[in-house]
Every structure is written in C-alpha cells, then in structure tokens.
C-alpha cells in the first residue's frame, strides 16, 4: 500500500485558506464537510471538470455559483446538451457521474480535453454505488485517467483493501485539522415503530415543543409519506411547514401523490427551509443546507427491506450538512438494529458476506435455466432487491462489486460508531471513538414513548394512567416542550386530570393509581360547590331502570358515608331519601332475594 501524504492546515478552516488548488491525480482525504473542498475547485482560475454522484448537487452548486457570480455549464438528464457545451467559454463545468463518459467525448472531440483537471466529488461514492449504479461507476472509471489531472475528493475514505482495485494504485493525501471540534451524537434504540416516533418528532418541532427547525434524514420516500400522514391522523394540517427533498423522478412525485395531500411536492435541497426537513440520500453528501436554527436528526430503520444506502454508514458526511447551523457539531441518531450492528470483527463480516455472494450465485444459475416467459424469471428482474445481483437488460448478473461494498459499510460503521456486547446483543453505548480525525461522543437519549401525550398527536386514544403521567410531567417542567403553552392545552382538552393536579395534588393521584372513576370521586368528595345530596347521588351512580340487591345498596352507602364523613349507620332504605324505587325479588340459586329497581331520582343534579 503507498504510504499516505499529509498536508497541515497550519490553523486554518477552509482548503483555499492554505491551498491554491487540490493536489493531482490522488485519493484526497479532506476528513471533514463544510471545509471548502468544491469551492475551491469552482472559485480558482483553472479549467475544471466537478463530477458529482446525484442531480441535486448539481442544483445546489448552480444556486451557489449564481450567487458568487460564477459562469458554470451542468451536464445531466436535464442540462446542458452538445451544442450548448460547445458554445461554453467558461472554465467550470459540472457533471453527474452518468454523464461524465459523454463530457469527456466531447471535450475530447474539442481537442481541448487535456486542459481540464477533473476532481470527482464523494469518490466514497464510487464504492457505494458500484453496488447498484455501475453504468455510472464505469462512466467514472473510464473517463478519469483521460484528462490533464485528477483527484478523488471524500471525507469518507475507503480503507485501502476494500477500495476498488482499478483505483488501488492512486496516492493518498490527507489534511491534518488543528481545529476540529468532536461531534456529539444523541442515540436511542427502538425495536419497532420508528415512523411514530419520527412523526412526534416533527410535531413537536411545529407545535413549538422542540426549539428550532428539524432537518431529518431518512432514506425512503415511502416512509416520509407514512410519517406526514401519521401526523396528519393527529389533526395536523399547516403543510406549508414540512418539505420533502429526494430525487426528482416521476416515481418518487406518483409516490408523493398517491399518499400525500396536492400541497406536497419534490423541493430542491437549496429552497428556503421550513420547521420539518425530510431529506432522502440525495443530499446526504455534497449539499449546502443553511439554517442558524437547523438540527440535525438520523433515522434508520434495520427492521426495513433492502435499501441501497444503509444510511448509519453515512454518518460522517451528514454531521454538518446544515452549513451555519448552532447545532453544527450534534445530531439525534434514531435507529432499529441493522446488519451492520453487531459485534462482529471484520473478518466474521467478511464470510458472512462471502457466503452471501455464493448464495447470490446459485441463484444467477437458477435464473438462466428458467424459460424467457416464465413469472419466477420476469419478478426476478422486475423486483430484485438484492445488493449482490444486478440487473443487465433481461439478465440477472453477479454483482462483482458487491463485496468492496459491503466490506467498506461495514468497515466504516465500525469505525464510526461506539458499538459494544451488553451480553445479549451488540448496541451503541455511550462513549468516545474516533474515526478519520474525528471524535465522535455518544450519549443515551430519552426513548420517546408512543403513550400519553404522544399517542394523543397521533390521534389514538392513550390509557388515562399514562395521559395522567404525562401531563403531570408537564406542570413539572419535566418534559422538553415549553410548558406555557402545552399547560393551556391540557387545561382546554383533559380539564379532569388538570383540576385532579391543582385541587388534589400528585401524591393523591398517584394514591388513587391515576384511575379515572377514583379520581373523579375524589373530586366530588372534595367540592365546595356542590351539596351533600347532589354527592351522594352522584357517588352512587345508580342507573333509572336497574335492578339492585338491597345488600349491594347498603354497601355503597357505607362507603359514602365514610368519604363524606357522615356519621350515621348505612341502611337500604335510606335510598329513599334520594330516589325512587320499587321492591323486586329475584331467585339467585335458588334463593329468593330481596331487591329494588331505581325508578327515580329525588334529587336535582346540578351543583
């Protein structure tokens, strides 16, 4: 392995404070975001050529250049075609991988191509997608060794054994930072229901119980529309408050549609921020977001399907994304166990793995004996999932990248993440670890709990015990949310639990097992307003029509008594005071029983 160059900051926070331009034809480890690394390369003097993995970057950089008064020309889908590439002076152009191979033609075909430096961006993203985009990865790999210069730039380096090997040979420089601060990371495991938890999450930040703006991201579109209707279920409506940021296709819009309200529609990562940020992987790497009030949140669901980026091995190039945020440095990690979780050491990763590939084999086998017409054969093409298959027009292929892939996530994770053996199973603990220069600090945060109060946003109908608990909590100032406010919502909505609080105080309601019936006796029991019959009337909750043992009724009135503080022995016949009723027998096992069936009620009830 060549051994790795390093260039000091020398104090400095930004590349183009020390450097006039990225070294050549290297793996350049620029070790954190926000540094400058593509500011550089669009603000020098030099023709350059920026590759970049997704769309939006492209987007993102073309708002930015505008603003900084830079003439730039993007190549994609969408951009700039042949002649208006050919009609460009300017010294900037950028590119999506995809169409890298069609830039590079035709600067070739200008006779100009060796006077461009190329610098393709998130070259950690050559590995990741070579799981599933290697029309894009190839389009990279033939292209750059055509130009004047190259530089691979990443703050997320591949180790040297899982890098692909036509980019093994490539020197390796890193920036030494004498000024980096560590990164907090705020954890909380769940084992189901994470969309819940997401969705309390961002009401919280609409209804003003969390300060500042959420920016979350989450790789799946479907589950963003889950999370917003959930919301939704719990009377939500203000949709001028969520935006969603993933790819612009007709897929993603039909998905939106179908689930969403007509209000919601794809944003670009560059559009004025809202309180609620959705963000799917085409922004985890490469954009600008700015908001001062921004925090970071990363939820992954292990428990879900196959996606092709496992977002926790993203971690390194998320921490910052929100450029000038005052939360910089912290992000919420919300996650459920993953493959990628357990305490495993490389190498026991690495045969799993291998034994993976061999699996993925057969079944490349079994598919090619399978008849053209067959619907085993068409589903496998129209529905493959799995990372280490790839599908070629209408065959089914080995993905040979597949463990460089694998290998590098997992390597990654490792490193990033403090994970260790609590003697059942592996999980993130609190602790330091650092990776790639940087440290990050992991700390336990409070679980939220779909009960009380939460289940209430959503819509659904809590225990009266944990509504009780919760609200209690909220008078205590116990609970993260500004108390103020959520106090006059729970006086309008749950006014019983909120006069129970202030007339008989925690130490009874938690005496009385936060039950409703007992506290509401209680409450009875203790008014000034209301007269001695109207109490009992009410605390015998006798039914018009209803049949009741004279036993029964003495029993009650005993306990009534005693509450009310009266000082006279119960008997049956005192009913008659306060209602009227007939005498009426009843053979109970074979016994006649004396009973009464309520008729009337004597006694007005108003307090």
């Given at each position: 392995m060549i051994e790795e160059q390093v260039i000091e900051s020398n104090g400095c926070r930004y590349i183009e404070e020390f450097m006039k331009d990225l070294p050549d034809n290297v793996m350049f480890n620029k070790v954190t975001t926000g540094c400058g690394m593509t500011s550089l390369v669009l603000k020098n003097d030099l023709k350059y050529v920026l590759a970049v993995p997704f769309v939006s970057l492209i987007k993102n950089k073309e708002q930015w250049c505008k603003e900084e008064g830079i003439e730039l020309c993007s190549v994609y889908s969408d951009g700039a075609d042949k002649k208006t590439f050919k009609e460009f002076g300017g010294k900037k152009i950028i590119v999506t991988y995809d169409s890298l191979e069609k830039v590079t033609k035709w600067l070739d075909e200008m006779g100009d191509l060796k006077e461009w430096k190329l610098c393709i961006d998130e070259a950690h993203k050559i590995v990741d997608s070579a799981a599933f985009r290697p029309n894009a990865i190839n389009s990279v790999l033939s292209s750059y060794p055509k130009y004047k210069s190259f530089v691979f730039g990443t703050a997320t380096p591949v180790k040297h054994k899982y890098q692909l090997p036509s980019l093994k040979h490539i020197p390796r420089v890193r920036i030494q930072w004498d000024n980096l601060e560590s990164v907090k990371v705020n954890y909380s495991c769940y084992d189901e229901k994470i969309n819940d938890v997401a969705a309390i999450l961002a009401l919280d930040f609409i209804n003003g119980e969390r300060v500042g703006n959420a920016h979350i991201f989450i790789n799946s579109v479907k589950s963003i529309c889950d999370i917003i209707r959930k919301m939704q279920k719990g009377g939500f409506i203000n949709h001028g408050e969520i935006r969603v940021v993933c790819a612009n296709t007709d897929r993603n819009q039909t998905l939106i549609d179908s689930k969403l309200p007509k209000e919601y529609c794809i944003s670009p990562v560059g559009c004025g921020v809202k309180k609620v940020n959705f963000y799917t992987s085409t922004a985890f790497e490469g954009c600008d977001i700015y908001d001062k009030d921004g925090r970071n949140f990363i939820i992954t669901d292990g428990n879900k399907g196959f996606t092709k980026i496992d977002i926790v091995t993203v971690l390194p190039q998320i921490i910052?994304?929100?450029?000038?945020?005052?939360?910089?440095?912290?992000?919420?990690?919300?996650?459920?166990?993953?493959?990628?979780?357990?305490?495993?050491?490389?190498?026991?990763?690495?045969?799993?793995?291998?034994?993976?590939?061999?699996?993925?084999?057969?079944?490349?086998?079994?598919?090619?004996?399978?008849?053209?017409?067959?619907?085993?054969?068409?589903?496998?093409?129209?529905?493959?999932?799995?990372?280490?298959?790839?599908?070629?027009?209408?065959?089914?292929?080995?993905?040979?990248?597949?463990?460089y892939n694998e290998m590098h996530n997992f390597s990654t994770m490792k490193k990033t993440y403090y994970v260790s053996k609590d003697g059942t199973e592996s999980t993130i603990v609190d602790g330091t670890t650092n990776y790639n220069g940087l440290d990050y600090d992991y700390e336990k945060e409070n679980r939220i709990e779909i009960k009380g109060l939460n289940k209430v946003k959503l819509g659904r109908t809590p225990s009266f015990k944990d509504l009780c608990i919760d609200c209690i909590e909220v008078f205590e100032g116990k609970l993260d949310i500004i108390r103020s406010a959520k106090i006059v919502s729970i006086e309008r909505d749950f006014p019983l639990i909120y006069e129970a609080y202030y007339k008989l105080g925690v130490h009874k309601m938690k005496a009385l097992e936060y039950r409703k019936k007992p506290i509401e006796e209680a409450l009875l029991v203790s008014s000034n307003g209301a007269s001695v019959n109207y109490k009992i009337v009410k605390l015998l909750d006798l039914k018009i029509g209803q049949r009741y043992s004279r036993k029964e009724v003495k029993a009650k009135l005993e306990k009534i008594y005693l509450k009310l503080e009266i000082n006279k022995k119960a008997k049956a016949t005192d009913l008659g005071r306060w209602f009227e009723y007939r005498d009426r027998f009843k053979r109970i096992n074979g016994v006649m029983e004396n009973g009464l069936v309520i008729i009337g009620c004597k006694v007005k009830l108003t307090k």
């Open positions: 910052g994304r929100v450029r000038n945020s005052m939360y910089n440095n912290t992000v919420d990690l919300i996650y459920t166990k993953n493959k990628y979780f357990y305490d495993e050491t490389e190498e026991e990763f690495e045969k799993k793995v291998h034994h993976n590939i061999n699996e993925a084999k057969k079944d490349v086998l079994e598919f090619n004996d399978l008849r053209p017409e067959s619907t085993h054969r068409i589903n496998a093409l129209e529905k493959n999932d799995n990372p280490y298959l790839l599908v070629d027009g209408d065959q089914l292929c080995l993905n040979d990248n597949s463990w």
